[in-house]
């Protein structure tokens, strides 16, 4: 049975990454997924309660933002539309692709963030060898998979899910030669926890859209796969055995993770997402009746200033110390975790036009989930436990997710006809 601090320790992490998440969808891609990715990790972090995790609390947050990153080359535009079809083999292979497009996210991220907590000054990972391994297996898999076999899971779109596949192979490969068993637990969660929020989000959609209920169930969708993904990697850190590692920070590994996560992400999000032509076209429908220019120029500029602002106060702040050492405080963690979160919301508020306008009412929403997250997250300390590697019982879970995907396949068939956006794999 799993502990009440526990439980409510793991669905705050995921409602963090599912919030995140469904953030994620107004920017899409690798810096969407990497910003929505590095508030997971650091609130599982703050979760813990533990010094020596505050110590690489940045390094962790950098890790969980790569391995979901990764995740965004893939196109699954085409996959969410199988499932929106009429017969049971094209619905049950969208959502069976799902599965696997979301445990590759997650098996991705969970094991990057798996293998930084073990990581050490007496032990450090081998990140440079971990690098090379896994762009091999990415272009060996993609090659064979895709040019060889033409096992194409969306044509004509891309199939960069080959090359994902193939990383993730190596990773694990990695972590098992290394014996990072923990490591292995937290990617094998996260993965299957995330394949699953995405298949069962794609039915919610579905199910959403069959309703006539106007609302943005392509959001419900995103919050799933984050909000499951986020459940499994906390899930599976605080279900693992973690030695303690050093309780202090060497400033200089500090820089690079800093630049990368405070400067990095928001401005390429900011220079990928806020474009006039989007801009204008949202803005107009939004509210015919502000000067559109005008607005949008203050948009650009007020988002702009913001990651500016945010992330020198912050590099200021973690860099000003001449001491070599130092240690982070869970106080400052969490005033960090919530002005970066609280960004990324204004982020999506921003160029939703959310603040003058109701018609995107799922952004007040995310606000909600800010507050609780907010005011209940210095409060939780989960209870650590080690449960190791079960094989068999996951074999026995994976069977049953498969079964259970295709009851969800039976019952979206027959709640609905034809639906906007349905695709077709297999005539």
Same mark, same amino acid.
């Given at each position: 049975m799993m502990n009440r601090p526990l439980l409510l320790s793991i669905v705050l992490a995921g409602m963090s990454f599912g919030t995140a998440w469904a953030v994620r969808g107004q920017f899409g891609h690798e810096q969407g997924a990497a910003w929505a990715g590095a508030v997971g990790g650091l609130a $599982?972090?703050?979760?813990?309660?533990?010094?020596?995790? &505050?110590? %690489?609390?940045?390094?962790?947050?950098?890790?969980?933002? $790569?391995?979901?990153?990764?995740?965004?080359?893939?196109? &699954?535009? %085409?996959?969410?539309?199988?499932?929106?079809?009429?017969?049971?083999?094209n619905v049950y292979y969208g959502l069976a692709m799902l599965f696997v497009i979301g445990g590759l996210f997650g098996l991705i991220g969970g094991g990057l963030f798996g293998l930084t907590l073990a990581s050490s000054r007496a032990k450090p990972a081998n990140w440079p060898q971990l690098l090379v391994e896994m762009t091999a297996g990415a272009i060996i898999f993609y090659y064979f998979l895709i040019e060889e076999m033409g096992w194409?899971?969306?044509?004509?779109?891309?199939?960069?899910?080959?090359a994902c596949f193939g990383m993730t192979v190596a990773l694990l490969w990695h972590m098992i030669r290394h014996k990072q068993y923990a490591a292995i637990r937290v990617a094998v969660m996260a993965g299957f926890a995330a394949g699953f929020g995405f298949a069962f989000g794609n039915f919610l959609q579905v199910m959403g859209h069959s309703s006539g209920i106007k609302f943005n169930f392509w959001n419900v969708m995103e919050y799933s796969i984050g909000f499951f993904g986020g459940i499994g990697m906390a899930y599976g850190t605080f279900t693992s055995k973690w030695e303690v590692t050093e309780t202090d920070s060497n400033r200089n590994s500090l820089i690079a993770p800093l630049l990368l996560v405070l400067l990095a992400f928001p401005l390429i999000v900011w220079d990928q997402s806020f474009e006039t032509d989007r801009l204008t076209e949202i803005f107009k429908n939004a509210s015919p009746l502000v000067d559109i220019a005008l607005t949008v120029e203050n948009v650009q500029w007020i988002s702009f200033l913001l990651a500016i602002a945010f992330g020198g106060y912050w590099l200021y702040h973690y860099l000003k110390t001449r001491s070599l050492y130092l240690k982070l405080s869970s106080d400052s963690l969490y005033i960090y975790f919530l002005s970066y979160f609280g960004m990324y919301i204004s982020y999506s508020i921003l160029i939703t036009a959310a603040f003058m306008s109701l018609y995107r009412i799922e952004q007040y929403l995310y606000i909600c989930n800010f507050l609780v997250i907010a005011f209940t997250i210095k409060k939780l300390t989960p209870a650590f436990t080690d449960r190791g590697l079960n094989i068999n019982r996951w074999t026995v879970n994976f069977l049953f997710a498969l079964a259970f995907l295709a009851i969800l396949t039976a019952l979206a068939i027959s709640s609905h006809g034809e639906l906007h956006g349905a695709q077709v794999r297999f005539e």
């Amino acid at each position: 049975m799993m502990n009440r601090p526990l439980l409510l320790s793991i669905v705050l992490a995921g409602m963090s990454f599912g919030t995140a998440w469904a953030v994620r969808g107004q920017f899409g891609h690798e810096q969407g997924a990497a910003w929505a990715g590095a508030v997971g990790g650091l609130a $599982i972090v703050l979760l813990s309660k533990r010094q020596d995790w &505050y110590a %690489k609390a940045f390094q962790l947050t950098l890790a969980s933002a $790569i391995g979901w990153g990764i995740g965004g080359i893939i196109s &699954y535009g %085409k996959v969410v539309g199988y499932g929106r079809g009429l017969d049971f083999g094209n619905v049950y292979y969208g959502l069976a692709m799902l599965f696997v497009i979301g445990g590759l996210f997650g098996l991705i991220g969970g094991g990057l963030f798996g293998l930084t907590l073990a990581s050490s000054r007496a032990k450090p990972a081998n990140w440079p060898q971990l690098l090379v391994e896994m762009t091999a297996g990415a272009i060996i898999f993609y090659y064979f998979l895709i040019e060889e076999m033409g096992w194409l899971m969306t044509p004509p779109r891309s199939e960069a899910w080959a090359a994902c596949f193939g990383m993730t192979v190596a990773l694990l490969w990695h972590m098992i030669r290394h014996k990072q068993y923990a490591a292995i637990r937290v990617a094998v969660m996260a993965g299957f926890a995330a394949g699953f929020g995405f298949a069962f989000g794609n039915f919610l959609q579905v199910m959403g859209h069959s309703s006539g209920i106007k609302f943005n169930f392509w959001n419900v969708m995103e919050y799933s796969i984050g909000f499951f993904g986020g459940i499994g990697m906390a899930y599976g850190t605080f279900t693992s055995k973690w030695e303690v590692t050093e309780t202090d920070s060497n400033r200089n590994s500090l820089i690079a993770p800093l630049l990368l996560v405070l400067l990095a992400f928001p401005l390429i999000v900011w220079d990928q997402s806020f474009e006039t032509d989007r801009l204008t076209e949202i803005f107009k429908n939004a509210s015919p009746l502000v000067d559109i220019a005008l607005t949008v120029e203050n948009v650009q500029w007020i988002s702009f200033l913001l990651a500016i602002a945010f992330g020198g106060y912050w590099l200021y702040h973690y860099l000003k110390t001449r001491s070599l050492y130092l240690k982070l405080s869970s106080d400052s963690l969490y005033i960090y975790f919530l002005s970066y979160f609280g960004m990324y919301i204004s982020y999506s508020i921003l160029i939703t036009a959310a603040f003058m306008s109701l018609y995107r009412i799922e952004q007040y929403l995310y606000i909600c989930n800010f507050l609780v997250i907010a005011f209940t997250i210095k409060k939780l300390t989960p209870a650590f436990t080690d449960r190791g590697l079960n094989i068999n019982r996951w074999t026995v879970n994976f069977l049953f997710a498969l079964a259970f995907l295709a009851i969800l396949t039976a019952l979206a068939i027959s709640s609905h006809g034809e639906l906007h956006g349905a695709q077709v794999r297999f005539e």
